[in-house]
Structure formats: structure tokens, C-alpha cells
Nanobody, 123 residues
């Protein structure tokens, strides 16, 4: 079973930037769509951003204009650049991969998940 491995989480002050990375445990793994979700304590896991191999993207409303998703198709790596972070962005961030060939914000359409990386924004 392919594992997705996230890195880059940590503690950051409000207003600051932070970037996350995600790579698969198998180099040959290549999914049509990759994305990021997040889950804050006591809340549902919510969609953050998704990207296709062709670099089409979609974003959750709460992060539009602040977060940017990108990917390296050669490595099947996906990245999340987060700017203007606020306390409300504090959550565990999960990398996900979908074998379905279109963008979706639906958690159920993603087949592979990482273990998550904690992002904490301090005021």
C-alpha cells in the first residue's frame, strides 16, 4: 500500500507563511489528482486544495487567495504554500491522492491519505 508522507508542519505566528510538502513512498506512484485537507480539533475534515497533473486547481473558500497548491509530476510530489496564516488555520493537514481524473473537494473520492502534519498558528 502506497503511503503519502507529509512534511513541513510546525508553529508559526499569525500573518506568517508556512509550506507543506507531500511525497509518495513509492516513486512510481502517480495519481491524476492530489490534494490537501485539514482537520481542527472537534471539527470535520475539510477540503483545502486540489490539483491535477495538468495543474488545474481548486480551493476551499476559507483559503482562497492565501494558499497555493502546486505539484511536481516527475516526483508526484505536491506542495502547499500557506500565506497570511491565522489562528483559524490551526489544524492537522493531510495529503491525499485520488485515482479519479477530475478535481473534487469530496473527501470520499480520495483513495490514499498521509498521516497528517500539525500546523499551529499563534496569535
Amino acid at each position: 500500500q502506497v503511503q503519502l508522507v507529509e512534511s513541513g508542519g510546525g508553529l508559526v505566528q499569525a500573518g506568517g507563511p508556512l509550506s507543506l510538502s507531500c511525497t509518495p513512498s513509492e516513486r512510481t506512484f502517480n495519481s491524476p489528482v492530489m490534494g490537501w485537507f485539514r482537520q481542527a480539533p472537534g471539527k470535520e475534515r475539510e477540503f483545502v486544495a486540489g490539483i491535477t497533473r495538468g495543474a488545474a486547481t481548486n480551493y476551499g473558500n476559507s483559503v482562497k487567495g492565501r494558499f497555493t497548491i502546486s505539484r511536481d509530476n516527475a516526483k508526484n510530489a505536491v506542495f502547499l504554500q500557506m500565506n497570511s496564516l491565522n489562528v483559524g488555520d490551526t489544524a492537522v493537514y493531510y495529503c491525499a491522492a485520488s485515482t479519479i481524473g477530475f478535481l473534487s473537494s469530496s473527501r470520499g473520492l480520495y483513495d490514499y491519505w498521509g498521516q497528517g502534519t500539525q500546523v499551529t498558528v499563534s496569535s
